[in-house]
């Protein structure tokens, strides 16, 4: 982690990055799903899961060759929609008598 980052960033970082690499051991474990993951962080030191070690992750023509298709995703894929068009909900109105100060009732 560089010290660009705040320690809050870095610890925030580092809960983030060990829990993506329990949540790919969970795939394997709980559901048979074999993964394969490599991030490198800002400070360019290079982390890896692999659910099976002696078995290499698949090629790009491995993955043409497969009979479903692969899926690939990118960050824009999770890009949200323009704010416009989020939808905010109206805040409640508060209908509440206003407060008198001693003052005002001492005068009145």
Known sequence: MTSTLSRVKQEQLRKRRNNLLRRHNDFWRLYAIRSWLIMEMPNKRIYTY???????????????????????????????????????????????????????????
């Open 50 to 108: 692999s659910s099976h070690p002696e078995m290499p992750a698949p090629t790009r023509e491995q993955m043409k060759e497969r009979p479903q298709p692969a899926v690939h995703k990118t960050p824009a894929d999770y890009v949200l929609g323009s704010s416009a068009e989020l939808v905010f909900p109206k805040p409640p109105v508060f209908n509440t008598p206003e407060r008198q100060s001693v003052w005002k009732h001492l005068i009145q």
